[in-house]
Nanobody
Framework: VQLVQSGAELRNPGASVKVSCKTS????????IDWVRQAPGQGLEWMGR????????SYAQKFQGRLTFTADTSTSTVYVELPSLRSEDTAVYYC??????????WGQGTQVTVSS
């Protein structure tokens, strides 16, 4: 099982970013994927979840209306898009596979830096 994320991103405030997570080694449509992030000096923050089979999503209350999760079954890839970036969005973003209510495989992380 592998989850491989896109590379580091540097954006100005107000811009948008789309991070990808390409999966392999398992049946893509059988497992939820969580997105979590870790800001500098902070703990992990759950952003939400997507089920790739039907695109069902749930978002942490803090992020409702801000984020969009999508899944492409043809490439076994999930995406998170964040518009209107703020400096507080500077963090390492991770995709994580969920198996039996536990996170079992992680992407390597994508550094997103928001700075003018």
């Amino acid at each position: 099982v592998q989850l491989v994320q896109s590379g580091a991103e540097l954006r100005n405030p107000g811009a948008s970013v789309k991070v990808s997570c390409k999966t392999s080694g398992y049946t893509f449509t059988s497992y939820y994927i969580d997105w979590v992030r870790q800001a500098p000096g902070q703990g992990l923050e759950w952003m939400g979840r997507i089920h790739p089979e039907d695109g069902e999503t749930s978002y942490a209350q803090k992020f409702q209306g801000r984020l969009t999760f999508t899944a492409d079954t043809s490439t076994s890839t999930v995406y998170v898009e964040l518009p209107s970036l703020r400096s507080e969005d500077t963090a390492v973003y991770y995709c994580v596979r969920i198996a039996t209510m536990a996170r079992d495989y992680w992407g390597q992380g994508t550094q997103v830096t928001v700075s003018s």
